[in-house]
């Protein structure tokens, strides 16, 4: 086991695609670390960094005390989980386990015994002798798995493992993956774009937008404070509200939300509110009219999109191009409510906010202003 | 998403038997347009074959005879006899497979070498190499025979069997079907063995090459026809006759003033049979190697 650091790691590819632009990052022995961000972020980059399958062009990476820059992936001692799992088609479940202790001269019995081990913990015992073809989409995964466990390395690279994966086995093999880590301490390195992946299972989470590094901190954290516009409208799901407003004197406007906030400098702001922290009623908060468009009633709790008055904000961390702007100048408004709350689509009412539950990013910088 | 993933897709279509083969259902013949053209083709192709084998069990005088005796009086079996005696046929029959087999394994082995680096390698200047090695594809032997030739009597190889093997030991064709292959082959296997700890040639040996079955085998078939069937080279490479090829010394049946023509037919079936024989072994993946690539014919 060994902490994992990226000094000034910037990788450019041929055609001057910047895919990490000066990473700095530092992954402490036997923590969970997360790379999230969207498509084309640079998080598997940085992964294929750390294994040796692409050279950085500049800055070091280091696995426990030694750069690695110009080590070869199979003297690194890492072992990597791909999307697509890379299981050697024409190998026996067995072979696919054993064939990095027996490329590394592992003795036979020795092999063996760990091969068994392994499989035993994750559940493939009665799969030794099939073929990746005969197996499951879930078991596949378990055997990639297994396949870096079995080395016990020194880091443990997974690039979004559990994508391909349908849901109901993904809520299960991400308890399993905690589980795994809780019991080896591997020092691990995760990337995903999956919200739910990156918040559940990291000790910290790295965002990651461009090549760059947007927030590092635990998952809480940067979910409760978002250090800029990218990182608020990537966290969270449904995303956070923004709607542009400017400030002045101490006191924000954002289309119909009035409040205010000491010693704000005066300019251009975003307003981000989460959509938990609305409220159907005002009582006395700050607060805006909202017209419900569709309510999704999901059980445990209600979602509610509507529109304000005022107009959205880009963060560059959208999906997809999504026509964000509706009914001419409105903004869209998301809000979840407990389900006990009732509306109807068509519904005109004003939604409350705490100030405290009230970001504010600088619309120029895009970075959030305390 | 689905349970298999796009990825697998290939390697696995590839390791599965075609879904046309093994017991088809039994349709009905049903005439199409095409027999039109197709069964006159056969006809054509299959003449000289049933031609050669009813030379090959009549007399001299039968042959000669015109128009052509396409039922012979007797059945001569002695011909094929005959030829083992009056020539060191199984002598040129064991030089044959000596110097395929040997053209095949190093066509194999170094084809793959070469494929494998202009698939997966970056270096400088590879794909203009590549572009070359393309290039020599289109030079016909005819141009490069003499250099060869001076080569060889250079090495000391002329009138040896190393003279057929060594030039031929790779050649752009193989290498130019191998990296098409290989480059189909996904690469996350690779880096993932590489992880694993297995060096560049182990990922071709232990993980490539494995997978790449088809393709070795329609190299192989390729590499052996041509082998089994050159003619000109050899002609001019051997004097003795112990080390001719067959294809050589079938000409010693054809003479300036007479040429023993059921004798040359009946050399001719035996030299067919183990080109024949592999066809029909290895026609699958033959036929299957051709698909893959994207060549025809």
Same mark, same amino acid.
């Given at each position: ?9 910037? =990788? ?17 022995? *036997? ?91 994750? *559940? ?43 849901? =109901? ?8 993956? =905690? ?119 999901? *059980? ?71 | ?45 299959? &003449? ?116 057929? &093997? ?55 078939? &390729? ?49 067919? &049979? ?24």
């Amino acid at each position: 086991m060994a902490e994992v650091v990226f000094d000034g790691v910037t =990788k450019v590819f041929p055609g001057e695609t910047v895919a990490l632009d000066d990473l700095t990052l530092e992954i402490a022995d *036997g923590e969970f670390m997360i790379l999230v961000g969207p498509s084309g972020c640079g998080k598997t980059t940085a992964l294929r960094c750390v294994a040796g399958l692409e050279r950085p062009t500049r800055g070091t990476i280091r696995v426990g005390d030694r750069v690695v820059n110009d080590v070869t992936p199979r003297d690194r001692d890492v072992a990597m989980v791909f999307q697509n799992y890379a299981l050697y088609p024409h190998m026996s479940v067995y072979r696919n386990l054993a064939f990095g202790l027996r490329q590394r001269r592992v003795p036979k019995a020795e092999i063996d015994r760990r091969v068994r081990e392994i499989s035993a913990m994750l *559940g493939l015992d009665d799969l030794l002798r099939r073929r990746p073809a005969q197996l499951s989409g879930g078991q596949r995964q378990r055997v990639a798995m297994g396949r870096a466990l079995v080395r016990e390395p020194r880091a443990f690279l997974l690039d979004e493992p559990l994508s391909n994966l349908d849901a =109901k086995l993904r809520v299960q093999m991400r308890a399993e993956l =905690k589980r795994l880590h809780a019991r080896l301490g591997i020092t691990t390195i995760y990337v995903t774009h999956d919200q739910t992946e990156a918040m559940t299972l990291g000790d910290r989470i790295a965002v990651m937008s461009n090549g760059r590094l947007q927030q590092l901190g635990a998952p809480q954290e940067v979910y409760d404070h978002p250090a800029n516009l990218f990182v608020a409208g990537f966290i969270g799901s449904p995303p956070m509200n923004l709607v542009r407003g400017r400030a002045e004197g101490g006191r924000v406007v954002a289309g119909d939300l009035t409040f205010e906030r000491s010693r704000i400098p005066d300019g251009e702001v975003a307003v981000g509110i989460r959509p938990e922290a609305l409220s159907p009623s005002a009582d006395g908060t700050p607060s805006f009219e909202f017209l419900v468009d569709v309510v999704e009633p999901l *059980g445990d709790e209600v979602v509610v999109h509507g529109t304000t008055t005022g107009s959205t904000v880009e963060t560059g961390a959208e999906e997809e191009e999504v026509p964000t702007q509706v009914e001419g100048a409105r903004a869209p408004i998301t809000a979840r409510f407990d389900p006990g709350v009732r509306l109807a689509p068509g519904e005109r009412l004003r939604l409350g906010v705490r100030p405290d539950r009230i970001h504010v990013f600088d619309l120029r910088t895009g970075a959030a202003i305390p | 998403m689905s349970e298999r993933t796009l990825f697998e897709a290939p390697v696995e279509a590839i390791l599965k038997p075609l879904p046309d083969e093994g017991e088809p259902t039994r349709r009905r013949f049903l005439f199409s347009g095409w027999h039109l053209v197709l069964l006159p083709l056969a006809v054509v192709m299959i &003449v000289p074959l049933l031609w050669m084998l009813i030379t090959s069990v009549e007399t001299l005088n039968e042959t000669r005879h015109f128009p052509p005796i396409l039922v012979p009086h007797q059945i001569r079996w002695q011909n094929y006899t005959q030829v083992l005696r009056q020539a060191p046929f199984a002598r040129w029959m064991l030089n044959t497979l000596i110097v395929t087999t040997l053209v095949v394994i190093g066509n194999l082995f170094f084809c793959s070498l070469a494929g494998y680096a202009f698939a997966r390698f970056r270096f400088f200047g590879r794909d203009v190499v590549f572009l070359l090695v393309l290039a020599t594809l289109m030079v016909p032997f005819q141009v490069i025979m003499i250099p060869t030739f001076l080569i060889v009597r250079k090495l000391g190889l002329i009138d040896t069997l190393w003279a057929l &093997v060594v030039p031929n030991l790779a050649g752009a064709f193989g290498i130019f079907l191998l990296r098409q292959f290989f480059r189909t082959l996904p690469i996350e296997l690779e880096e993932a063995a590489r992880i694993d700890g297995a060096s560049r040639l182990g990922v071709l040996f232990k993980i490539v090459l494995p997978l790449s079955g088809p393709a070795l085998a329609t190299l192989a078939v &390729v590499t052996f026809l041509w082998t089994w069937n050159d003619f000109l080279w050899p002609l001019i490479t051997l004097y003795t006759p112990t080390h001719y090829t067959l294809q050589v010394g079938l000409t010693t049946f054809q003479g300036a003033h007479q040429t023993n023509t059921h004798l040359l037919m009946a050399a001719n079936v035996m030299s067919m &049979v183990p080109v024949l024989l592999l066809f029909f072994l290895a026609q699958r993946y033959f036929i299957r190697g051709i698909a893959t690539t994207g060549l025809k014919g």
